[in-house]
């Protein structure tokens, strides 16, 4: 939300890394879908995607898979990810997703999702 539905903000990643690092918090994993590392398309931008490698580089973010079949991106479902590690971690989920479809799935999800989601926003650069 950082870039405003306009662009993929890196940045924005970042500032709410730092404002839970911050606090104490090191325990911390991003997860991004791997296509996210490919070159911006005027209809997909992206800003400052040097901080997704930096953030890699510090294993704090993990990129889901990816691939092209046909010309066409196939993506992996994310939040699946994020779910279950959280789950397993006990852990939070921060996201403005209520991952309604993830607490029908398991029924241990549901509980904690609802117990565990973290929602934010962004006022300029104030996470």
Known sequence: SHGNKEVFSCRGILLAVQWFWD????DITV???SW???QPRPDV??????ILRDLEKKKILVFTPSRRVGGK?????DDRFIVKLAHESNGIVVSNDTYRD???ERP???K??????LMYSFVNDKY
């Open 23 to 26: 606090r104490g918090h090191k």
């Open 31 to 33: 997860f991004v879908p």
């Open 36 to 38: 996210r590392k490919e």
């Open 45 to 50: 931008l992206i800003t400052d995607q040097y």
């Open 73 to 77: 991106r196939v993506v992996c479902y």
């Open 102 to 104: 993830l607490q029908n």
């Open 108 to 110: 241990e999800w549901k």
């Open 112 to 117: 904690f999702i609802e117990e565990r989601l």
